[in-house]
């Protein structure tokens, strides 16, 4: 599909769609990671229009959210969810914790705008510091699994639910057969199921499906 404008050539962004809107939020603008090419910024795509309209028009949105790469985005109940990544601190590579909201909105002048927004979390202990983790909407909850939380082979295989209308996590027990800790896998919600393939792992990379 022939763009005009649109994103810079990135890595390691955040996406999602809803209804009809694409979203694409932060991510590395090269191979080589470092503070100034780390993005913050968010895009924004017409998915409906795309099917009358050549060129397709991206829209960038203004926003406030911070710099990040290695972080996720999902969509649920019309609101997109974000949870911690990466960034740069005085030239240092930093996981990040926290989630966080992402309204989009229009202002008085019709220019779009994305509110990122952190959400303050009760009750049990959030999932702490990590990226290149799995997150979905499932039912009413948000789900979280795996990712780093750290550096050298602090990975995990924990499962962690959200709930926005309470804004509590839960650390949710796991028996049987459990997947290796890994990070940067492919996942998907399937019905009742978590489906989790590949990643990477302490040992190296992965090639399994769960």
């Not at 203004?62 to 997109?80: L, S, Y």
């Not at 019709?110 to 983790?133: F, N």
């Not at 998907?188 to 590949?198: E, M, N, P, R, T």
Request: charged share 15%; glycine share 14%.
């Amino acid at each position: 599909v022939e763009c005009e404008g649109g994103p810079c050539g990135r890595s390691s962004a955040g996406g999602a769609c809803v209804d009809e809107l694409a979203v694409v939020y932060g991510g590395l603008a090269t191979t080589w990671a470092s503070t100034s090419t780390v993005l913050g910024d968010v895009w924004l795509l017409d998915l409906a229009s795309c099917r009358t309209h050549r060129p397709v028009h991206w829209q960038r949105a203004a926003v406030n959210a911070p710099r990040r790469f290695g972080h996720r985005v999902c969509e649920h109940r019309g609101r997109f969810y974000t949870y911690g990544g990466l960034y740069y601190h005085l030239g240092l590579k930093l996981h990040a914790s926290g989630l966080a909201a992402i309204d989009i909105a229009r202002s008085t002048s019709g220019a779009l705008m994305a509110l990122h927004s952190p959400i303050a979390s009760e009750g049990a202990l959030s999932p702490g510091p990590r990226s290149y983790y799995a997150l979905h909407s499932w039912r009413d909850l948000l789900v979280l699994f795996g990712g780093s939380c750290g550096w050298g082979n602090n990975l995990s295989n924990e499962l962690f639910f959200f709930s926005p209308e309470t804004c509590e996590w839960e650390k949710v027990p796991c028996e049987g057969d459990l997947p290796e800790p890994r990070f940067a896998f492919a996942s998907a919600c399937v019905g009742s199921f978590l489906v989790v393939h590949g990643g990477e792992g302490a040992g190296g990379k992965l090639s399994d499906t769960r």
